[in-house]
């Protein structure tokens, strides 16, 4: 039968179209590299004047940029500044920045914009990186790529300053009244990612920079979503929904060790765990003023067995905790044998006699002389259960030296407003801390740096040491100086560290490589750095998850399959045309 030219022309089309279909199904299999890390904490806010969460510290260290960063090594290295110096009387630093850095608007970085921060955040006193700034008397800026910092005594921690620069463009016209309202519901920085949706109780979206100056991420697309709690986010990594787990539960980490291409670790972590006490000798403290003997706290940490509470409630992922700077640093101070309060009954029980403390009416609570109960509200947040038993196992191994803790389950938000109106008597919360402490032991200052004190202590011999160790280049010298801070904080026990947490996280190895503990027993996420976020790649030639690519080459392979298939189709076009 012979073909018609018209029918063999359609023929041609109908094949062609058919191979363009498969071109372009295959360009549109050419999908965003997509990394869905699953978080049990919502970010407090998108604005650094007001976010005080481990949530809102990564996300802003993506964000933006501070002057100088920390790598992989937890050392000092180049960010937005390229190089700096100190004079010789150690009060003058000058950076010089770099000249390519836009913000993700578009407008270019100078100078004026780190003095803009600086000022904007010394002056406010809000924010979490309040602290770092303490000390520095001016900011100038001699011209657009260079910042001259001045400072009152010399200033120890200012390599290890975190503080995200912000784009004075946009900030310059937010009223100093209104930062504590404003929002930045569209922030805009100089970060290797740039903002891109935000919706609350469900996901924060972070897009690639593609104008950033350093190294870009193979990350397009970083989406951290939010779970009611660890079980449904465990799940959800085993189905592969998500590429990453953070905060999960000991029992789940235990599972996931079994799973195939996941790696699940349990990272030591730059933080603890607390019970804090209402410290405050204001008469208008609703607290009770029965927590400001000493005794009676140190007797509660002496009823405590920590290791029975760390292992049944933690699974033991974790360290017993002692004082305010974790172990993995050079700054932690460890209580000697005669300061070190360690489980034992027998010396709570004296040293409540010894205060005077007596069960007179045999109900198994001690009173005070004048009959006062040792009866107090113990406050523990309903969002974490975790807290939740540790909470309850505290208050029975108090019952048997005579303290009763009434507990009450109250959600985050209640319990933040009873801290600052001081109406409570002690909770269970905890701190991310940094590798400079100056912004831990800033947590017990007089003066709240950041508004950062919640248990509403005060030593005015601790404040000014506090100002001492920022001062002292000498890291020996500084060391000496906060340990000595330690030393008083566990003394006057205004906190029981309950534990020091290890991150629990896992990944999806299948889809991403390159993963790195850090530091060399920490976490993927939440150390203090971006680096894993700036350093995994695309697993494989191909990814087939939601996030999903063909390469460079498949598409090539494509291309060239239907352009072979045109000519051959031409050919004989031409070839039945002729015979014809």
């Known amino acids: 039968m012979k073909i018609k030219q018209k029918n063999f022309l359609v023929i041609i089309l109908v094949v062609l179209m058919t191979f363009s279909m498969t071109m372009t199904a295959s360009a549109e299999d050419v999908q965003k590299n997509s990394m869905r890390i699953g978080v049990t904490k919502e970010i407090d806010s998108l604005s650094p004047f007001i976010s005080y969460s481990s949530m809102g510290f990564e996300a802003f260290m993506l964000l933006y940029n501070p002057l100088v960063g920390v790598d992989e090594n937890l050392n000092s290295t180049p960010a937005l500044a390229t190089e700096w110096s100190l004079s010789d009387d150690q009060l003058v630093w000058t950076f010089k920045l770099r000249d390519d850095v836009k913000w993700s608007d578009g407008e270019p970085l100078t100078s004026d914009d780190v003095k803009f921060t600086y000022d904007l955040i010394t002056k406010s006193g809000l924010g979490l990186y309040s602290g770092y700034l303490k000390g520095i008397t001016s900011v100038d800026c001699p011209d657009d790529y260079t910042v001259v910092i001045t400072t009152e005594e010399p200033k120890a921690n200012m390599l290890l300053n975190s503080t995200p620069i912000l784009p004075k463009h946009i900030w310059a016209d937010v009223k100093e009244a209104d930062l504590e309202t404003w929002g930045n519901d569209t922030p805009v920085g100089t970060g290797p990612f740039k903002f891109g949706e935000y919706k609350k109780g469900e996901y924060l979206k972070l897009v690639v920079n593609e104008d950033y100056y350093g190294t870009k991420p ?38 996931l060790k079994g799973e195939k291409n996941i790696d699940a670790i349990s990272g030591v972590g730059y933080g603890f765990t607390q019970l804090s006490f209402n410290s405050s000798n204001d008469p208008a403290s609703k607290g009770n003023k029965l927590l400001l003997d000493k005794n009676i706290k140190k007797a509660i940490e002496f009823s405590m067995d920590k290791k029975k509470i760390l292992d049944m409630v933690y699974g033991g992922q974790g360290t017993e905790g002692t004082t305010l700077v974790p172990p993995d640093g050079f700054y932690h101070y460890d209580p000697s044998a005669d300061e070190m309060r360690a489980y034992d009954v027998k010396k709570a029980n004296e040293l409540l006699d010894s205060s005077g403390y007596k069960d007179s009416d045999g109900d198994g609570i001690r009173e005070d002389k004048n009959g006062n109960k040792l009866s107090f509200v113990f406050s523990l947040r309903s969002e974490n259960a975790q807290e939740d038993n540790a909470g309850q196992m505290i208050a029975s191994m108090a019952k048997e030296v005579g303290i009763n803790l009434n507990i009450e389950l109250i959600d985050d938000g209640v319990l933040i407003d009873k801290i600052y109106s001081s109406d409570f008597d002690m909770f269970i919360w905890g701190w991310g801390t940094d590798l400079d402490p100056t912004t831990i032991l800033a947590v017990m200052s007089t003066d709240q740096i950041g508004n950062l004190s919640d248990c509403n202590y005060s030593n005015k011999e601790y404040d000014n040491l506090l100002k001492v160790q920022q001062s002292k280049m000498d890291k020996n010298e500084r060391q000496k100086v906060v340990w000595d801070m330690q030393k008083m904080i566990y003394e006057d026990a205004p ?81 039945f045309k002729k015979k014809k």
């Open 495 to 575: 906190y029981i560290i309950l534990m020091y947490d290890n991150n629990l996280q896992a990944v999806k190895n299948d889809k991403w490589t390159n993963w790195k503990s850090i530091p060399q027993d920490g976490g993927y996420f939440f150390n203090l750095t971006n680096y894993n976020y700036l350093n995994v790649k695309p697993a494989g030639e191909a990814v087939s998850t939601q996030g999903g690519i063909n390469t460079d080459s498949e598409k090539s392979n494509s291309g060239l399959i239907v352009l072979i298939a045109a000519i051959v189709l031409a050919v004989l076009y031409f070839v």
């Open 218 to 255: 193979s990350i397009d697309e970083l989406v951290f979503v939010l779970y009611a709690n660890t079980d449904v986010m465990t799940q959800a990594l085993k189905l592969g929904e998500i590429d990453a787990a953070t905060n999960m539960a000991p029992a789940q980490l235990e599972q």
